[in-house]
């Protein structure tokens, strides 16, 4: 075998092109920095000045649309994309909203608009807002608050790298940036009660 047909030149290798050409797939874990605007170009949320958003691809940890416009991307890639609602937080659904006496919130002291109770229902836990206190009925909402919503997201790629055997296990991120629920953070007022 011909030595010369591996190192034509002597120069090391520059780059460790495993590393650099990562690209976001299912059972990777994603690292960006985002900024969410909604329809009127309005900063929703954003990542800038805090810590990165960490995820495990394909785990739905992410709103689908995101996710399915990070596929392919490496870090440094910038992506701006603009999501519909379905592939977001779902179409707006009037079924949602309900009236419901005001017994029903036994232990609250004052219920107001824009309060956050988590219900539980025959489908499971469900995230409901006050919308109207009127007399002693109570108007609550349980569509997500960016329901019916197309959101453009600005995002920068800042790491890739293999997910582990047990955060594929666990269907979520481990160690650094782990185990983050946005979408939970939103509703941060919720009371646990029974309202059905
Ligand atoms: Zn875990």
Redesign the pocket.
Known sequence: RSRSAKNTNGSPPSHIPEIRHMTIAANKVASIQYTVLDEEGQIIDSSEGGEPLVFLVGAQNVIQGLEEALIGKAVGDQVKTTVEPAKAYGEYNPEGVQEVPMEAFEGVETVEPGMAFTAETEQGPMNLIVTAVEDNMVTVDGNHPLAGKALTFDVTVEAVRDATD??M??????GEG??QDRKSTRLNSSHARNLV
């Open positions: 047990e955060e296990a666990h269907g979520h991120v481990h782990g185990h």
